[in-house]
């Protein structure tokens, strides 16, 4: 598991969570934390495109976490 704060926009969020989950082993879990509401449109892309549960969201004082998992690669 895995906690991911990415506080600097949605691009550079997207950009880390992309090869965070690239660089991983297997099946793994991570928690991105954005300040960008952009993420709201930009995460639940980012998981259709390379296959990835959106487990939850959530936001609090204007940070929106996401709940992400990555399944076992073949």
Known sequence: YEI???LVGS???IRDSRRA???SDGESM???ICDDP???HDMP???DRMGLDLL???EHAGEYTFRIRSPARA
Request: some cysteine.
């Open 21 to 23: 989950v690239e660089a």
């Open 30 to 32: 991570f928690e991105v």
């Open 56 to 58: 939850g969201v959530s």
């Open 11 to 13: 691009e550079m969020c």
């Open 4 to 6: 991911m704060p990415s």
């Open 45 to 47: 892309a980012l998981c």
């Open 38 to 40: 952009e993420t709201l």
